[in-house]
């Protein structure tokens, strides 16, 4: 009889220690689970996959939409001025301080404008000329718009002035 106690404490004490483990594996299930549906408190293991699903969906249209911006936003500033060149210099013999200009304004192809401002000693005079792929559109251009523009096309220089 005293055997059979100690063999019944002895299945009680196996069987409540399996009961223990059990309680700690299911323990940390459940915050496993909690992890996988994103905190809310789901209990069935298929809604907090769906869940994940769903999230990973709207993710990848979120990541799609940023796409397409990002490639909208890379043509505008392709088309953007980008480059900009400045040669100042004296139109006339008797005229100094380097007073008039020649600023060339272009994007990445080296399309937009070259602006040239001539001093005198009672006006100045402002021209605009377009310019396309680093050529003037608007005719013959003089040696100092000329320069503006390859200072402006010079991958090598940020700020581009020459006097």
């Not at 021209?127 to 503006?148: F, I, N, Q, T």
């Amino acid at each position: 009889m005293t055997i059979a106690l100690v063999v019944i404490g002895l299945v009680g004490a196996a069987a409540l220690a399996v009961a223990a483990f059990a309680l700690v594996r299911l323990s940390r299930l459940q915050r496993r689970l909690t992890i996988l549906s994103g905190g809310r408190d789901e209990s069935d293991f298929v809604e907090a996959v769906a869940f994940q699903v769903e999230t990973t969906q709207n993710l990848g249209q979120i990541v799609a939409a940023l796409d397409t911006r990002v490639g909208q936003l890379r043509n505008a500033l392709a088309a953007a001025v980008q480059r900009v060149g400045v040669v100042r210099y004296d139109a006339f013999a008797d005229m100094g301080g380097h007073l008039s200009f020649s600023a060339a304004f272009l994007d990445e192809n080296g399309t937009g404008l070259v602006l040239t401002c001539i001093n005198g000693r009672t006006d100045a005079r402002v021209y605009a000329k377009g310019v396309k792929a680093g050529r003037g559109e608007d005719g013959p251009l003089s040696e100092e718009e000329s320069a503006a523009i390859a200072l402006a096309m010079d991958p090598d220089h940020v700020h581009h002035e020459m006097v």
